[in-house]
Nanobody
């Protein structure tokens, strides 16, 4: 079992930047592929960005390519999502998730989830 805790959400204006973080509770965090998902109000949860256990392989959803960057610091058991040029449509609860698989290809099942952090982008 891996306990994940997100932080760093908030209210920002369109065009601003924000970084959200996710801290894992166990050393096994370093062996897991990780991901950020988001759930906009009234919509289904969607994948935002994926990263393999080493940080060498990443993938992004089309709406965030070129604006968001996923990264991890395994020594700190922390996952990050740097979000730039934020748009009102990025407003959502952002969740981090961990997979027992170390790789992101093919897309793995995510076994552990955080509680989410709210990101609101005003126009």
């Amino acid at each position: 079992q891996v306990h994940l805790v997100e932080s760093g959400g908030g209210l920002v204006q369109a065009g601003a930047s924000l970084r959200v973080s996710c801290v894992g509770s166990r050393a096994s965090f370093t062996r897991y592929a990780m991901a950020w998902f988001r759930q906009p109000p009234g919509k289904e949860r969607e994948s935002v960005a994926l990263i393999d256990w080493s940080g060498d392989d990443t993938d992004y959803a089309d709406p965030v390519k070129g604006r968001f960057t996923i990264s991890r610091d395994n020594a700190k058991k922390t996952l990050y999502l740097e979000m730039n040029s934020l748009k009102p449509e990025d407003t959502a609860v952002y969740f981090c998730a961990a997979s027992r698989s170390p790789a992101i290809r093919p897309v793995p099942k995510y076994d552990f989830w955080g509680q989410g952090t709210q990101v609101t982008v005003s126009s």
